[in-house]
């Protein structure tokens, strides 16, 4: 009866152990174990990285900003060169075809010449409102004056110019008179004046320019 319970009393002893065996096992796997919600060490190291970015960006974009700053600054001063104006904006030229004869100063006074300086003449053999009748070799050398003519801004010639049509050409006129160039001569020059008794030039004066 003796040997019985002291069997019960073993294995009641046993049983007691393994179950605080079991017990104890249990809790340190549940304390050991993180939770799901709590943060590693890994993901506090990427948030440590996460953060970091924001400030290196911070420090670049101030140097950016200046850099635009100052290429906007020195492209302006070029950009304000270019849109300045032409200054022959205000220039209104004659139309093409047009002869625009001047009053100028010659060593025979005040002639009448072309806008290129050339000094014309008349023909003694011409008739007023007549064609011109140096025709042939003779205008080799004494060229007519063609195309519309106009007067030189600043100058009011007493007379009065006119076309007349001649070998398909529009000659111009002086009061009726056809006009001419020596062939060949210099600008104002009048050597031509007097040759063969027959050639001309047109005597003007000072007070045919405005403001003279």
Partial sequence: MRKSGWTVATALSSLALLLTACGGSSTSTSTTGAPSGTP???????????????????TSSPK????????????????????????DAGVTLPPIGTTVLIVMHSNLGWV??????????????????????????????????????E????????GTFGVITAGGKK?????????YTFVGAPPLSTKGNGLGGEWHVIILSAGDISGA
């Fill in 64 to 87: 950016s900003t200046a850099k635009a700053k100052a290429t906007s600054s020195s492209s302006s001063p070029k950009q304000t060169a270019q849109a300045q104006p032409s200054g």
């Fill in 151 to 158: 007067a030189g801004p600043a100058d009011n010639f007493p």
């Fill in 112 to 149: 009448m010449a072309t806008a290129k300086g050339l000094v014309v003449y008349t023909y003694g053999k011409d008739s007023k409102g007549g064609p011109p009748t140096c025709t042939g070799s003779c205008a080799e050398v004494w060229a007519p004056v063609t195309g519309a003519p």
């Fill in 40 to 58: 590693t060490q890994g993901t506090a190291t990427a948030s440590s990285s996460s953060s970091s970015g924001p400030a290196v960006s911070a």
């Fill in 171 to 179: 000659v111009i006129t002086y009061d009726g008179y056809p006009l």
